[in-house]
């Protein structure tokens, strides 16, 4: 690897994000018990998410919306008031996460932040919510670029490296995310890192593969174990 550029996914790789997200789920299903099982809910909210995700994205605000609109549609309306402001105060919760960085996350960027490579984020989701967990986190100043897009794909890989002004290949996609984060890398040209997360949504569910230009991690500390501190020079 030649590389120039590091770009970082946010949530479930620089900090754990997944399980808040399950832990709303599991009160939703709570508030909802009346008007069917866990796994109806469930199933049925992500059936209403992934219907909603063309126009509303990803992220804690398109959530919520969901949460609120499958509420209202498994009840057949019954759903109360007062369950309704439950359930509001749960999808806001979700903007108030303490994205206290993953263990080995700071100093890894610690050292990184002293060679020559450019760090980036690359994540997808709402723009300011991004912005404010990646200040919460104490991590904002290791990054000299932030990318936040509605959804990951080939293309936009390939428009964060001309915004890097870098080859494809001079890239390296450090993710949880084998479908958002290394697929896309690969079909750009670029490197990718899998770093797995206990937790998986649903919809990041894929099928993997290996390949000559990915890297798989067991965590975070492990991206030093590649010479990538020392990055060869042309």
């Known amino acids: 690897m030649k590389l120039k550029a590091i770009a970082f996914d946010a949530d479930d790789t620089l900090w754990d994000n997944q399980s808040a997200f399950v832990a709303v789920e599991k009160r939703y299903t709570e508030i909802l018990a009346p008007w069917g099982t866990e796994e109806e809910i469930s ?8 219907a909603n995700m063309p126009n509303l994205g990803y992220g804690a605000k398109a959530f919520s919306i969901s949460l609120v609109e499958n509420a209202v549609k498994v009840s057949k309306g019954e759903i109360p008031a007062e ?53 919460r986190s104490g991590l904002w100043n290791y990054f000299q670029h932030i990318k936040v897009v509605s959804d990951k794909t080939s293309q936009e890989v390939l428009s964060l490296c001309s915004e890097l002004e870098i080859r494809p290949d001079e890239l390296l ?54 010479g990538i501190q020392n990055p060869a020079t042309d």
């Open 173 to 226: 996609m450090v993710g949880n995310s084998f479908k958002s984060d290394v697929v896309p890398a690969l079909t750009a040209g670029a490197w990718a890192a899998h770093i797995p997360y206990h937790l998986m949504w649903k919809l990041e569910r894929t099928e993997e593969y290996d390949h000559p230009r990915l890297i798989r991690l067991s965590h975070f500390g492990q991206l030093l174990n590649h």
């Open 43 to 50: 199933d049925a909210l992500f059936a209403v998410e992934t």
């Open 83 to 135: 369950a309704i402001g439950e359930i509001v105060e749960l999808g806001k919760s979700l903007l108030a996460l303490p994205a206290t960085p993953l263990p080995g996350v700071k100093e890894t960027l610690d050292v990184l932040s002293k060679t020559d490579l450019r760090l980036a984020v690359f994540t997808k989701g709402e723009l300011l919510d991004q912005e404010n967990k990646l200040r």
